[in-house]
């Protein structure tokens, strides 16, 4: 299962790769120490990025299954493992993990429990800590133009211009409805206004530039509250520290983005568009103290048309330092904007597109390849906080997937700590073999974001080199029986 629009160029082969002997992983950077915030330090520099894999209940709690995904993470013994988006708010948001109530606290402290026990106390464990915003699934369109479609004075008067017939300012509503209903896509665009147009191919989808919706044009009083509760939460649930979800297609990466026009001072100017993200975090600061590691994701490029750069990054980037911190993480793309259309029935979803493809390479992305290619991001970043005095760790993701590059990566000073989300699915032991001189026992991802497809269609996320081997033995199952829910144990 690939996703279709990621088929764009000839297929990569895997980079051949070197393994190191223990003695060279024992002397590698990689394997070196790091800090991470004032008092914390990291065994490794091995990082595992945030993963969603669809296994909490519908009410946000975590399961054994969670426990059991997260503990086979550690059994790797990364220096540092993030759990997946968990939502901030007390409101359904399906299988996807909450921290939005101190009912979740108790589950919450036993997956920490688990890392500990299964990394021997190695793995630093963090929770990625998510706010997003309402999207409808994508309409049947007799729905839409029976129940969405606003019908007011001013589409009557666009309709009976573009389409040159001054019966739709007269119309009764049910017939205008019916009329328009039948229109090809072209009239249809020219006839409904922006958002209603997409509303209809895509699926309604809120924005942070939504003003005329109140609890939009609250957020900045709403968030910072509900960001810092979280993190006290994540806190007591035992938790090495939190990164802030300020990446990808979700509230705060809103804000972030240059196409944030808010006219409220929280958008329309780098610094309108900086104020919230370091409101939440200076809130979450005075929640949890000093020496409790705060950082975020953010993207070093949101690869879509008017939305933020690289310029954009290094300057979010030495704010975010200046201001206290702990780590930034660097990820890049996967935004709505660009998304491909959804079946009727289903949600866009912000990897299908070009700047999805940009989060979450595959081996037939172009020319370039998904290997190390969103290292040049983190450098620049890295770069410039060297540059105005920040000694903030910077963390790259994105096909790194073997020992060489993750050991240039962190010589030439392109990062503190190298990220390697499909990698360490493909095989979570990867990190504990390189370092024992077992590179060649490793499990190679491949690249062709099956995992993503998964992902896509909110089904138990898993990867296809392992979930169909020996089932007989292998406990957990998926859903529909046909697939076991976790590499097999060495
Ligand atoms: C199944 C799946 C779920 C993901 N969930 C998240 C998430 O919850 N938060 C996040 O910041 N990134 C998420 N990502 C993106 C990864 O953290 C990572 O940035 C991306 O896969 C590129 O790194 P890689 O090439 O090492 O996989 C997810 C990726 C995959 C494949
Ligand atoms: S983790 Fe597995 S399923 Fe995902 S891209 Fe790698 S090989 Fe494919």
Not at 354 to 371: K, L
Not at 393 to 417: C, H, K, M, Q
Request: proline fraction near 6%; charged fraction near 30%.
């Amino acid at each position: 299962m690939t996703s279709p629009g990621s088929e764009r160029g000839p297929r990569h082969d895997l980079p051949a790769a070197r393994w190191p002997d223990r003695e060279e992983a024992t002397r590698s950077l990689l394997f070196s120490p790091a800090p991470l915030g004032r008092k914390l330090v990291a065994a490794t520099r091995s990082w595992v990025p945030a993963m969603v894999p669809w296994r909490a209940t519908e009410d946000g709690l975590v399961t054994d299954r969670n426990v059991d995904w997260y503990g086979r993470f550690a059994d790797g013994r990364p220096g540092v493992l993030v759990v997946e988006a968990t939502g901030i708010r007390d409101v359904p948001s399906g299988p996807l993990l909450r921290i939005g109530h101190d009912r979740f606290i108790p589950g919450l402290r036993r997956l920490v429990t688990e890392v500990r026990r299964r990394s021997a106390g190695e793995t630093r464990i963090l929770i990625q800590l998510i706010d997003f915003l309402g999207i409808r699934r994508r309409p049947r369109p007799e729905t839409f133009f029976d129940r969405y479609l606003v019908v007011d004075q001013a589409l009557r008067q666009r309709a009976a211009e573009r389409l040159g017939d001054p019966d739709f300012l007269r119309l009764d509503e049910a017939t205008l409805r019916a009329r328009l209903a039948a229109l090809d896509e072209d009239r249809l665009a020219s006839v409904l206004g922006a958002r209603e147009f997409e509303s209809l191919r895509m699926g309604h989808r809120e924005r942070v530039t939504d003003l005329h919706l109140d609890h939009v044009r609250a957020l900045p009083r709403t968030l910072p509250g509900l960001f810092a509760a979280a993190a006290a939460r994540a806190r007591e649930a035992g938790f090495d520290g939190v990164e802030l979800h300020y990446a990808h297609a979700y509230t705060m990466a809103s804000f972030l983005s240059r196409l944030n026009d808010r006219s409220d001072g929280y958008g329309g100017s780098p610094e309108g568009r900086l104020r919230l993200p370091l409101e939440v975090f200076a809130a979450v600061r005075e929640r949890v103290g000093d020496d409790f590691p705060v950082g975020c994701r953010y993207l070093g490029d949101e690869v879509i048309a008017g939305g933020s750069r690289i310029e954009d990054a290094l300057h979010y980037g030495e704010a975010f330092a200046a201001a206290g911190m702990d780590f930034l993480s660097i990820s890049k793309g996967g935004k709505f904007e660009d998304a491909r259309q959804p079946a009727i029935g289903e949600a866009a979803y912000p990897y299908t597109g070009p700047s999805g493809q940009e989060c979450m390479p595959t081996v037939r992305i172009d020319e370039r390849g998904p290997f190390g290619r969103n290292v040049a991001l983190a450098a620049a970043i890295r770069a410039a906080l060297r540059a105005a005095g920040h000694a903030t760790p910077v963390v790259t993701a994105g096909g790194i997937a073997t020992f060489d590059l993750a050991e240039r990566i962190l010589r030439e000073g392109s990062a503190d700590f190298v990220g390697a989300a499909r990698q360490s699915l493909a095989d979570p032991d990867w990190w504990r073999l390189m370092a024992e001189g077992r590179g060649a026992e490793i499990r190679r991802c491949e690249f062709t974001n099956y995992c993503e497809g998964l992902d896509q269609k909110h089904k138990e996320v898993t990867c296809r080199l392992w979930d169909r081997l020996d089932l007989e033995a292998a406990g957990q199952l998926s859903a529909d029986g046909r697939r076991r829910l976790l590499p097999p144990r060495r």
